[in-house]
């Protein structure tokens, strides 16, 4: 079997892994459809909505918080844990090797990405959602960037924490960047969640050009530069720093 062939089969295995488990589901799509329904519908949150509608404004950064969820969250404490119990290990001596094990995650982490797009749109959407479909374009890069920088991000943390202290550090992070990193609110808005560095942070860089694509159709030329470079210092210091052991 060829190295690519070696990867796609663990990218298969690990994304049906993702699907049978319900924990990664509920912070993958059941909270970013929350926060879909919470701050697009009911209005407690003052938006700087200058004319659009609150579900224009939130739906990009509830797809960029799903994004997040599923790459940094779930694969930080899913491959915490299976370093714990060993299952990384047997797989380090197979012909994969760590860098296989790191590719073959990211390729997985996109392909349930498909399913929670296709998933938390359908459901913007049914509630009134229109994207400005010219910036389509935009917006997949920004999806593939931000996939591949919070899953290398999230093996990372995985690889230099015990499990115990991933399962802390990545829930309090995803908290962070929800409510003050510039995910699902801009970050230099006019709400009192507003953090005006937030927009150099990976999750920043994310929300905003994920905003800049389906609400104006533009390419957000600062925060994908932002995010490419997150995304090449994240994926090679996980291909360096990456451990199958605690």
């Known amino acids: 079997m ?3 062939r070696r990867v ?17 589901l509920l912070v993958a799509v059941v909270l970013p459809a929350l926060a879909l329904l919470g701050l697009g519908v009911a209005t407690v949150v003052s938006l700087p909505l200058d004319g659009m509608k609150r579900i224009d404004l939130i739906a990009p950064g509830v797809l960029a918080l799903a994004i997040m969820s599923s790459s940094f969250t779930s694969q930080a404490i899913a491959t915490a844990f299976d370093r714990r119990w060993g299952v990384l290990r047997q797989l380090s001596t197979t012909p994969l090797g760590p860098r296989g094990i790191v590719l073959g995650k990211v390729l997985a982490v996109l392909a349930v990405q498909v399913l929670q797009v296709v998933a938390l749109s359908g459901l913007a959407v049914a509630v009134g959602w229109r994207p400005d479909l010219g910036g389509l374009g935009a917006a997949l890069l920004t999806w593939v960037l931000g996939s591949i920088c ?10 230099r924490l015990r499990a115990e202290a991933v399962l802390a ?13 510039g995910l699902v609110l801009p970050a230099d808005g006019d709400t009192r969640f507003a953090v005006p560095l937030a927009s150099w942070l990976p999750s920043g860089a994310l929300g905003d050009a994920m905003r800049a694509a389906l609400v104006d159709g533009a390419l957000a030329e600062v925060a994908l530069v932002v995010l ?14 990456f451990r199958p052991t605690e």
């Open 2 to 4: 060829t190295a690519t």
């Open 8 to 24: 796609l089969a663990y990218a298969r295995f690990e994304a049906i892994g993702i699907l049978r488990n319900g924990e990664q």
């Open 150 to 159: 919070f899953t290398s991000l999230g093996l990372l943390v995985a690889a």
């Open 169 to 181: 550090v990545a829930n309090l992070l995803w908290l962070a960047m929800a409510a003050i990193g």
């Open 228 to 241: 490419a470079a997150w995304t090449v210092a994240c994926l090679t210091a996980a291909a360096r720093w």
